[in-house]
């Protein structure tokens, strides 16, 4: 399929429009160069697609393949492209029958995903409803762990929503920036201060290419800088059926001033991340344009791309409409997702450093046909909350000019419609967060799925009743469930005591304390896992507030507990550098050592170790302080039991039935008392629920049947209501269709939460107040610190308090 795959949704489709949503192929296709030229025999000529289509990130039957190719070469890189431009033995290969076999069997398998899109759940119910692509802008992607351009949980998600959108068959073409350097590559030093490196990519050896123009050439679009122009590079990453765009000044044409904005991500400096935003949000629209897509519906992920808005505003004043149409039009079919519950955790920008370097760009009269609108009515648009006329707020300028926002779960729509009231004219949506289950269920609980219910992972529907086989899973036997997790968590051990040697060798460690390593994390004993970015709100040394009680909960000889932490903290957050320092200095204590265990490098690869192999995930935070949270439903999707505070997700995912809550819904005005609440009623849960759910009452077997009981809750409760699939039906149905000027029909199809009362009860203004006193507390403190991780201890109340007033219905 040709350029202009998709048409502007006022425009008459030309009678040769390639775009027909019937068709069994990709509804947006981009033209590509060829990218690395490592030569293939002709019969394995299809690894070149496979190895240039993400498709392989979610499908272990293709990755295998490609660790069959070379093992050495897979291991070191992660990566098909870099293994099929090395030396490999092709002669071998094409002799051997299996390998021959296995390489038809995946291939025919990609060619049927790619082509049949016509029979999943968007082609199915809103064939004809668009006109254009839904374009989806974020500033980070998490697709793999060897492709470096994410940080943590936003781009993540941005990863899992659009192999979701692939899966769905949903037309869909996504924009980011192409980071060289990426995000930083975390190692820890013998006294556990965090060390950062920037890695050089090889972008030759990364399944990405250059995006041919209309000549054939590597297409380029520009902006307007102050006295100069920006030339941008546009490059390609096939994530399945939908392609992903990622913009780069790293080329010759721009000077070496400029070449790094795209370097690395969330650099420090606010004028180079403002550069790296208008980048993201000017350029990628021009991009799109140039490809000739015209997107039905907008959605900025984040208000990194804000600036999306004031480019299509210009395009509009530019062909002569009024500037107030084109605000109006430019509204009518964007919409925005919130991710931060505090309106202080927002990307703000002084004003005058906005009119400086963004001036050239947009500023202008605003009369039509000018092509310019005035940078101080773009201000205005973007003043925040609090009136400030020195500051240009990305968030409030996303809200007031998109047709609808979301919030990432119900708790966090609560809390965003009390911090946002000011400036809202119709009320912040809860559309929660999911996850991508066949990126992060494990391969041996991924089998049983398959085997015993007829699985399809890539087709979750849960409107469906006839395919919800989540709700059979009693199904399968208790001993192959507990097998399989058993499976996954020595995966774990074997992975991490390998990451433990390698740590400890460069400290200089002994060969003795080398050794003693090989036996890290018993795989028969009860094991935790805490992974996650480290801010203080999340409060990691949680668990240490007293240590002599949690020494006795992990070195009982007869029911061993284990706990491993992983998680990288931002380059300036000093505070939570702290924490991982703490934390390492724990697990080499005389108490705890042997028992608790810090992880390195956090990554998607750690991650998908830990939330498949653990038993139990641990999940902290201040409440109302997590938006969302996905990492517990990963853990859950893989029959891994959450223990976490009723916030972000887990506060609607929590059945009573399917893991446990610390706490409750009341929280307390003094975060050292409620911390301390907090921490003993962890060490409770811990001591008189977990441990002997986990150790007694075993079969012959060595099979806990209760605790598979757990696992089949936790399985049942997640896999379909928390994945990125419910969480599309969702987004198309309140808020692509109606931006799009399409009525859905099926509004009402949307899962209701169970606590919906609850939800509803909930106070804004004062989740937002109390959301906002916990993020001004930590500022000024410069730590959430736990006794025993970094010096200050949680508050013993001295007497009983009063009762919180509590902030959502319901007990908890």
Not at 107 to 130: N, T, V
Not at 310 to 320: C, D, F, I, K, Q
Request: with cysteine.
């Amino acid at each position: 399929m040709p350029r202009g795959s998709m048409l502007r949704a006022d425009a008459s489709p030309p009678h040769d429009s390639p775009y027909h949503p019937s068709d069994m192929e990709p509804a947006v296709q981009v033209p590509t160069l060829p990218g690395n030229q490592f030569r293939l025999p002709p019969a394995l000529e299809g690894l070149r697609r496979l190895a240039y289509n993400l498709y392989w990130t979610w499908h272990p039957r293709a990755k295998v393949l490609f660790s069959r190719i070379d093992a050495t070469a897979w291991t070191r890189y992660r990566n098909p492209v870099a293994v099929l431009a090395g030396p490999v033995p092709w002669t071998d290969l094409l002799d051997n029958p299996a390998f021959m076999a296995e390489y038809q069997a995946v291939m025919r398998e990609f060619d049927s995903y790619m082509a049949d899109g016509a029979d999943h759940w968007f082609q199915r119910r809103y064939s004809d409803a668009l006109d254009g692509p839904i374009a989806y802008f974020c500033a980070e992607y998490g697709f793999y762990e060897s492709l470096g351009i994410y940080s943590g949980g936003l781009g993540v998600l941005a990863g899992d929503h659009t192999k979701s959108a692939s899966d769905m068959a949903l037309p869909f073409v996504a924009v980011g920036l192409l980071y060289r350097k990426g995000y930083f590559r975390q190692t820890i030093d013998a006294d556990g201060h965090q060390e950062h490196a920037y890695p050089d990519y090889d972008l030759s050896l990364m399944p990405i290419r250059r995006v041919q123009s209309q000549d054939g050439e590597p297409l380029t679009v520009e902006i307007e800088l102050p006295g100069r122009m920006l030339t941008i590079a546009v490059w390609c990453v096939q994530v399945g059926r939908v392609p992903v765009l990622l913009l780069d000044t790293d080329i010759p044409e721009n000077d070496n001033a400029d070449r790094p904005i795209t370097h690395i991500l969330y650099v420090r400096g606010r004028e180079m991340r403002l550069h790296q935003e208008l980048v993201l949000g000017v350029g990628g629209v021009r991009a799109i344009r140039t490809l000739d897509i015209f997107p039905s519906v907008w959605h900025l992920n984040e208000g990194h791309s804000a600036f999306l808005l004031a480019e299509r505003t210009r395009e509009l004043v530019s062909e002569g409409d009024t500037l107030e149409n084109a605000l109006e039009q430019v509204r009518r079919d964007s919409v925005f997702t919130i991710h931060t519950p505090v309106s202080a955790g927002n990307e703000r920008f002084e004003a005058d450093l906005v009119r400086r370097v963004a001036g050239p760009l947009f500023d202008g009269d605003g009369r039509p046909g000018t092509g310019g609108v005035p940078i101080d009515r773009l201000l205005e648009v973007g003043r925040g909350v609090d009136g400030l006329e020195n500051q240009f707020d990305m968030t409030a300028f996303s809200i007031r000019q998109t047709n609808g926002a979301n919030a990432v779960s119900q708790l966090h729509a609560a809390t965003a419609n009390g911090t946002w009231s000011g400036i809202l004219t119709k009320p912040i949506l809860g559309i929660t967060n999911g996850i991508h289950p066949p990126t992060w269920v494990g391969t041996p609980i991924r089998e049983l799925f398959e085997r015993h219910l007829g699985a399809d992972l890539d087709d979750l529907d849960g409107d469906d009743d006839s395919a919800r086989w989540w709700d059979h899973l009693d199904a399968i036997d208790e001993d192959e469930i507990w097998e399989a997790h058993q499976r996954q968590k020595l995966e774990l051990a074997i992975f991490a005591r390998g990451r433990l040697r390698a740590q400890f060798a460069r400290h200089g460690e002994a060969p003795s304390v080398l050794e003693e390593l090989e036996r890290a994390l018993d795989p028969n004993a009860l094991t935790i896992g805490f992974a996650r970015r480290f801010a203080t709100y999340k409060r990691a040394g949680l668990l240490f507030s007293d240590i002599d009680r949690l020494a006795r909960l992990l070195w009982n000889e007869q029911r061993p507990v284990q706990i491993v932490f992983a998680g990288k903290a931002h380059p300036a957050d000093r505070p939570a550098q702290q924490v991982i320092q703490g934390i390492f200095a724990q697990s080499r204590s005389p108490k705890l050592r042997g028992r608790v265990f810090i992880l390195e490098d956090y990554d998607m690869r750690i991650a998908r170790f830990l939330v498949q192999g653990v038993d139990i995930w641990l999940n902290n935070p201040r409440r109302p302080m997590e938006a969302s949270g996905t990492s517990g439903m990963k853990a859950s999707a893989n029959g891994v039991v959450n223990v976490s505070v009723l916030d972000g997700w887990w506060d609607e995912g929590w059945t009573g039935d399917n893991g446990w809550a610390i706490g409750g819904r009341e929280t307390s005005p003094d975060e050292g008392a409620q911390d301390w609440a907090d921490a003993m009623d962890l060490y409770r849960i811990l001591e008189e629920e977990v441990v002997p759910r986990y150790y007694d009452a075993r079969e012959k077997s060595g099979m806990p049947r209760a605790w598979v009981d757990l696992m089949r809750r936790a399985i049942a409760t997640t896999i379909w209501r928390f994945s990125t699939n419910r969480m599309l039906h969702e987004y198309v149905e309140q808020l692509y269709l109606p931006a799009a000027g399409v009525e859905s029909g099926a509004a009402a199809a949307v899962s209701t939460p169970p606590h919906e009362e609850a939800i509803a009860a909930a106070q804004p203004l004062e989740l937002a107040k109390q959301a906002d006193a916990s993020h001004a507390a930590a500022l000024e403190s410069g730590n959430g610190a736990i006794d025993g991780v970094d010096g200050a201890k949680p508050k013993r109340p001295k007497k009983r308090k009063q009762p919180a007033e509590p902030l959502a219905g319901g007990s908890g």
